[in-house]
């Protein structure tokens, strides 16, 4: 199973084009958004992203970030599945997702307390007796990893999401929210990625084999 994983777009919908064109060329068989489509933008600007995306005729599965509208969890666009709070099953393997991100400083339009995401991680796992096929999909990076560090040196991830990788021990995680944060780390002999902001061409490919070995490639887009 390969797929691609895109996150932080922010609105910018003429990298798009691109990143479908990278997917086509590493053969992915979907693609998995860890949030932010919008920049601060309405329903109808995500509605837009999801359709540029739908166009590929790739299946997409998304969860909203924290600088999305809450509402666009319940959005309907042909071809795309918002997973947040749910499990969404893919080639013989589980996507389990959640989107916003724990509370900031900042007051962004979706954010959930610590307690909000666990409910929602409990919630979508609840009919799962084998975690050696789940796949995490959250906006908001485990707390303490090389993927929630920023520029400031402040970890500023999820300790619900931390807890759950902890607790749970799913194949992988894939997330985004922390620009700065692009790369791979391991949290409890678990694979955590950030593919980076593809608002600057940044994504990331997935492969995995029939083994569960997890082989992946950052790109830019505007390098392939």
């Not at 299946?59 to 947040?84: Q, R, S, T, W, Y």
């Not at 995680?173 to 780390?185: A, F, L």
Request: aromatic share 10%; glycine share 10%.
């Amino acid at each position: 199973m390969k797929f691609c994983v895109v996150s932080d777009l922010h609105g910018n919908v003429g990298v798009i084009s691109r990143i479908i064109s990278c997917v086509r060329k590493f053969q992915c068989n979907f693609i998995v958004f860890c949030g932010d489509l919008t920049d601060f933008g309405s329903v109808d600007n995500g509605i837009e992203v999801l359709e540029k995306f739908s166009e590929s005729g790739l299946e997409l599965l998304f969860v909203p970030g924290n600088c999305d509208p809450e509402k666009l969890v319940d959005v309907k666009v042909e071809g795309a599945a918002c997973i947040h709070g749910k499990l969404f099953c893919m080639d013989d393997f589980g996507f389990i997702g959640v989107g916003g991100s724990s509370l900031t400083p900042f007051g962004t339009p979706f954010e959930l307390s610590e307690n909000e995401i666990w409910s929602l991680l409990e919630r979508a796992i609840s009919e799962v007796a084998d975690f050696n096929r789940i796949i995490l999909v959250s906006h908001d990076p485990p707390y303490n990893t090389a993927l929630d560090l920023t520029f400031a040196g402040l970890h500023v991830g999820s300790k619900s999401v931390r807890k759950f990788i902890l607790q749970y021990k799913p194949l992988m995680g894939v997330h985004g929210h922390i620009h700065e944060g692009r790369g791979v780390d391991k949290l409890n002999g678990v694979y955590i990625i950030n593919p980076g902001a593809s608002a600057n061409g940044y994504i990331a490919i997935v492969d995995i084999g029939n083994d569960l070995q997890i082989k992946y490639k950052f790109l830019n887009v505007f390098d392939v």
